[in-house]
């Protein structure tokens, strides 16, 4: 039961980056799920009928997953059940919620991360067209690390996430957000939504796409992370060594 006089705690039901509605969570007990007679009907394939619960306990509310069958995360994490805090994301499916109690400053809500991301390539068995061949003294290919994102300020700080997909969003729905691209040419960050537009290192995106650099910090809903391709890097100092070296071929005079 809801605590005499706590905040009121509620659900921002969104998918892809747009809001879809808001939830008050007003009952001791707030069903998730497929079917028509969950209090937060979601109606996907990808959700099970009876998904989730949340319960509330004084001035503390639990999600519990109740067995799904694809089931349930928070902030990215798979969860059996979880003491919610403002701000966390709960993602079911494609969809997400944003757990918020009001009179809470929206700085603690932090960003929305899409982390509905595909498995990274360890997690699949080696193919007969996927096994590379390595000519005779050649040396071993090295790892290269994936770009990633780190939140630097706000609830998240710390929080480090891998840009596997090639479109990300990061941002608050209704607030701010940016979409962060994977190209052929490297990473770009664009402003998608919000009438404020992103900062990278102190300066106004405005609404062109913008070509990211490792070590380079952006500002979205106030709060800052930091850019990192460690991959790039590499490849450039490589490049650099490689034109040092080369042999300078004198002119005809």
Same mark, same amino acid.
């Given at each position: 039961?809801?605590?005499?006089?706590?905040?009121?705690?509620?659900?921002?039901?969104?998918?892809?980056?747009?809001?879809?509605?808001?939830?008050?969570?007003?009952?001791?007990?707030?069903?998730?799920?497929?079917?028509?007679?969950?209090?937060?009907?979601?109606?996907?394939?990808?959700?099970?009928?009876?998904?989730?619960?949340?319960?509330?306990?004084?001035?503390?509310?639990?999600?519990?997953?109740?067995?799904?069958?694809?089931?349930?995360?928070?902030?990215?994490?798979?969860?059996?059940?979880?003491?919610?805090?403002?701000?966390?994301?709960?993602?079911?499916?494609?969809?997400?919620?944003?757990?918020?109690?009001?009179?809470?400053?929206? %700085?603690?809500?932090?960003?929305?991360?899409?982390?509905?991301?595909?498995?990274?390539? %360890?997690?699949?068995?080696?193919?007969?067209?996927?096994?590379?061949?390595?000519?005779?003294?050649?040396?071993? #290919?090295?790892?290269?690390? #994936?770009?990633?994102?780190?939140?630097?300020?706000?609830?998240?700080?710390?929080? %480090?996430?891998?840009?596997?997909?090639?479109?990300?969003?990061?941002?608050?729905?209704?607030?701010?957000?940016?979409?962060?691209?994977?190209?052929?040419?490297?990473?770009?960050?664009?402003?998608? %939504?919000?009438?404020?537009?992103?900062?990278?290192?102190?300066?106004?995106?405005?609404?062109?796409?913008?070509?990211?650099?490792?070590?380079?910090?952006?500002?979205?809903?106030?709060?800052?992370?930091?850019?990192?391709?460690?991959?790039?890097?590499?490849?450039?100092?490589?490049? #650099?060594?490689? #034109?040092?070296?080369?042999?300078?071929?004198?002119?005809?005079?």
């Amino acid at each position: 039961m809801l605590a005499e006089g706590a905040a009121m705690p509620r659900l921002v039901l969104s998918l892809d980056g747009v809001v879809l509605r808001e939830v008050p969570l007003t009952k001791d007990r707030t069903t998730i799920g497929r079917r028509s007679h969950n209090d937060v009907v979601i109606d996907n394939l990808a959700v099970s009928g009876e998904h989730a619960v949340m319960i509330a306990n004084g001035a503390e509310t639990y999600l519990e997953d109740l067995g799904s069958t694809n089931g349930t995360t928070v902030n990215g994490q798979p969860i059996k059940k979880h003491l919610l805090q403002n701000g966390d994301t709960v993602e079911i499916g494609k969809y997400r919620l944003r757990y918020q109690v009001d009179g809470v400053a929206h %700085e603690d809500y932090g960003v929305d991360i899409d982390t509905s991301q595909p498995l990274r390539r %360890e997690f699949y068995g080696p193919g007969p067209t996927t096994i590379q061949v390595r000519q005779p003294g050649a040396p071993e #290919a090295q790892p290269v690390a #994936a770009a990633a994102i780190k939140i630097l300020t706000g609830a998240n700080a710390g929080r %480090e996430l891998a840009l596997v997909k090639a479109l990300t969003t990061v941002g608050r729905p209704g607030h701010q957000v940016a979409v962060i691209t994977r190209r052929p040419t490297g990473y770009f960050v664009a402003h998608v %939504e919000g009438e404020v537009f992103p900062m990278v290192n102190g300066q106004n995106l405005g609404s062109a796409a913008h070509p990211l650099n490792h070590g380079d910090v952006i500002e979205l809903a106030g709060v800052q992370m930091e850019f990192s391709n460690p991959g790039a890097q590499k490849a450039d100092a490589q490049a #650099a060594a490689a #034109a040092m070296s080369a042999p300078t071929v004198p002119g005809r005079g």
